[in-house]
């Protein structure tokens, strides 16, 4: 060790994340802290060890510089470990860093965590430096790798021993009670967040998570965290958010849980904690159609709830079955007019590509969000994540059609459908959100609603968007 190092316990690395050419997110790119490492840092203070975080997807350091960034900020520190945190989109890109890492520091120990180490932990052991991967929650798994449990004695945990890969068993799943310290937000540049268009009303704007896991069941997700839903209380949300508004300023709060309306009892009380405070926050939120009750979406709407995304996924009722969804058609129908009626923004997701889709459903489902008039369209084609059923499935199938996880962005067909192409999915893609986009009352209604100059430029970045995607579609329709 060189005189006047600085030894700490553990570096945090995020790779940055930049859409290909062609998907809608190119020219609307969005970008925020990562909600698991920082809690884990805090965790990880708590228990007295030293961390720092290298965010490069929130700082926006490209893969091309992150070498020359890491030796610029960090040659004069030691690190008995480096954590690298990586979702399936950036695995590949994960796999070069680490290897770059070891070159830089060959003694220091790499841990992968992260959606994509949790599901397929081999992958990881045998394409990357890794020498540990963590699977689920880390911050158990990864306080006793700094305490130096013994490898074997750490459940949550794959290693390397010789020629073979130990699995150990899953690590228990933790208690989000009042105590739970709140995420190590000074440890990144909390003002780089930028949020996706059309999600905000004000800025500044970030992410907060209220829950770990979810008890559905659906073909599609990886399910990171388990089925066992785990809550905050309202008051420690309330908490954290005074921390947000008052020491980093945001005003706006888009809440990433995977459904914020699980608790019909929680998020009332949420709500009248947030009506007596004073803070003046704007918010949106996620949930599942068969969540929705009309007096707690009022009581949403005047806590400041602006916008809430609903996983349609479908309006055929098949389709939803096929991907155990446990919601139909008229769970969604009720979802979007009752929210519509209070004044709230309807975000529909859907996907194209599902099990037992066909053209004519596709073509339906296009007719379906012209006559509930959601207010925004989110679409991707369904895209087999490690973890997921469908995943599983169509690898025992021998139906993945590529294994390069750069493409599993959600705009490429990954899997054989059984009754769709590629050129008919791009095809439904493209047309899908041309004609949900281009209807002339979205756009008289979206010209009437500019009030600003940044209401202006959202307009204009979501227009870009449109026409990058459609003429860089028709480009890949050829090409394929």
Not at 102 to 126: Q, R, S
Not at 129 to 142: K, W
Not at 213 to 242: A, D, V, W, Y
Not at 305 to 315: A, K, L, T
């Amino acid at each position: 060790m060189r005189k006047n190092q600085k030894t700490y316990d553990i570096l945090f690395v995020i790779p940055h994340y930049g859409a290909k050419d062609g998907f809608i997110w190119k020219a609307i790119e969005y970008r925020f802290h990562s909600p698991g490492v920082l809690s884990m840092a805090a965790f990880l203070r708590q228990n007295n060890f030293n961390v720092l975080v290298f965010d490069c997807n929130l700082e926006q350091i490209q893969e091309k510089d992150f070498v020359n960034e890491f030796k610029k900020r960090y040659s004069n520190y030691n690190f008995r470990f480096i954590g690298v945190s990586t979702a399936t989109q950036t695995a590949n890109q994960a796999y070069r860093i680490s290897f770059e890492l070891k070159k830089i520091l060959p003694y220091t120990k790499i841990v992968f965590g992260g959606p994509h180490p949790t599901a397929l932990p081999n992958d990881v052991l045998e394409n990357s430096a890794a020498n540990f991967v963590v699977m689920g929650e880390g911050e158990n798994p990864i306080l006793d790798i700094l305490n130096n449990k013994s490898n074997d004695e750490i459940k949550g945990l794959a290693y390397k021993n010789g020629d073979e890969i130990i699995v150990n068993q899953a690590s228990e799943r933790l208690s989000l009670n009042d105590d739970f310290p709140l995420p190590a937000y000074d440890l990144v540049p909390m003002h780089l967040c930028k949020p996706l268009i059309a999600s905000y009303k004000k800025l500044p704007a970030t992410i907060m998570l209220t829950a770990r896991g979810c008890p559905g069941n659906c073909t599609f997700c990886s399910r990171t965290m388990g089925h066992q839903l785990r809550e905050m209380s309202p008051k420690r949300i309330i908490k954290e958010l005074e921390v947000l508004y008052y020491e980093y300023g945001f005003r706006q709060i888009i809440f990433y849980d995977d459904t914020f309306i699980s608790n019909r009892e929680r998020i009332s009380e949420f709500c009248d904690l947030l009506i007596e405070s004073e803070m003046k926050i704007s918010w949106t939120c996620s949930s599942r159609v068969d969540r929705v009750y009309p007096d707690l979406l009022q009581k949403m709407k005047n806590a400041g709830c602006h916008q809430i995304m609903y996983g349609v996924e479908s309006f055929n009722d098949d389709v939803l079955k096929n991907i155990n969804k446990r919601t139909n058609r008229q769970d969604i129908l009720f979802a979007i007019s009752e929210t519509r009626k209070v004044g709230i923004e309807v975000r529909a997701a859907l996907m194209l590509g599902n099990k037992g889709d066909t053209e004519e459903i596709l073509k339906e489902n296009l007719k379906c969000l012209k006559k509930t008039k959601p207010d925004l369209l989110q679409l991707t084609i369904t895209t087999p994540l490690p973890g997921s059923k469908i995943f599983q499935e169509a690898s025992q199938a021998n139906k993945i059609l590529t294994y390069n996880w750069d493409d599993y962005e959600g705009d490429v067909q990954i899997m054989e459908h059984e009754n769709l192409d590629y050129k008919t999915l791009r095809k439904y893609y493209r047309k899908t959100y041309m004609s949900f986009y281009l209807r002339p009352s979205f756009i008289f209604k979206t010209l009437f609603s500019i009030n600003s100059l940044q209401a202006l430029k959202t307009i204009m970045l979501g227009a870009v968007a449109i026409s990058q995607m459609f003429f860089v579609s028709i480009f890949k329709s050829f090409k394929r």
